[in-house]
């Protein structure tokens, strides 16, 4: 691809070093969490790319796509800190052991909270794709930093029991899945390649038919938001539409 893709500016987490060791759950866990950090970080990416080349009869629907991105990353992180972080400190009987992570959602909450509010509040009008720009360097750095690490702190779950590592991930996985269908679950199909890494990866781990109930039930509600996704409901890399370069429907 010749055009700018989601996979910058903010740079997405290498599974390499760890995915194939099986010898412990906290691998799997790491890798799984790094593959949905990278499509939040995907989503992030193609927002920014985007934001400044939308034309005027398609910003109701990529601000409709930013809130989404938004509801997704308030489901992913209220779920790590309601369930996931505190099974984890259960499992290892070490309180605390993720407070680090906490404090690093506090670090970007403010300027993501901003950046929220005008997805959710601006009028097509008043839409500024650079105001778009400025708000998301406000809080992107902090949250890649975030993204990045928690990688490692889960990495380092091998010193304690697999089997409980992984049912603790396996109970958030289940929170994970839960939400308004409608306005996620394209988001995260749109967001996962699955050709990273050399396709070495399944995920999200489902079924054959599953894209296919992405694509024909649940993209129909907010088609046109699902435009902005830097892949298909199949999971295969597209050229985003609004790059600057060239725009097409």
């Not at 194939?20 to 906290?26: E, G, L, M, V």
């Not at 790094?34 to 990529?62: E, S, T």
């Not at 800190?81 to 670090?107: A, D, S």
């Not at 995920?203 to 088609?223: D, G, K, M, S, W």
């Amino acid at each position: 691809m010749s055009s700018p893709w989601a996979d910058q500016p903010y740079s997405l987490i290498s599974t390499q070093a760890f995915s194939k060791d099986t010898s412990h759950a906290a691998y799997y866990v790491a890798t799984q969490m790094a593959l949905a950090h990278n499509g939040i970080l995907r989503g992030l990416n193609a927002i920014y790319i985007q934001a400044p080349h939308i034309p005027k009869d398609a910003v109701q629907d990529f601000l409709i796509y930013c809130q989404c991105w938004c509801e997704s990353m308030h489901h992913h992180h209220d779920g790590e800190e309601e369930n996931f972080f505190p099974n984890l400190e259960k499992v290892t009987g070490t309180k605390g052991l993720m407070e680090r992570n906490v404090e690093q959602h506090r670090t970007f909450t403010p300027g993501f909270e901003a950046f929220q509010e005008y997805a959710n509040k601006c009028r097509v009008e008043k839409y500024e794709g650079s105001k778009i720009r400025s708000l998301v360097e406000a809080f992107a750095e902090p949250l890649k930093l975030h993204l990045h690490e928690e990688i490692d702190t889960l990495r380092a779950l091998d010193k304690y029991d697999s089997a409980k590592v992984r049912q603790a991930y396996k109970d958030f996985e289940k929170i994970v899945m839960t939400g308004d269908s409608y306005r996620l679950g394209p988001l995260v199909f749109g967001t996962s390649d699955r050709g990273f890494e050399g396709g070495m990866h399944n995920f999200p781990p489902v079924p054959l038919f599953v894209p296919y109930v992405i694509h024909y039930v649940l993209e129909r509600r907010y088609r046109g938001a699902w435009r902005f996704n830097p892949c298909t409901s199949w999971r295969d890399r597209r050229e985003l539409p609004y790059t600057g370069e060239r725009a097409r429907p």
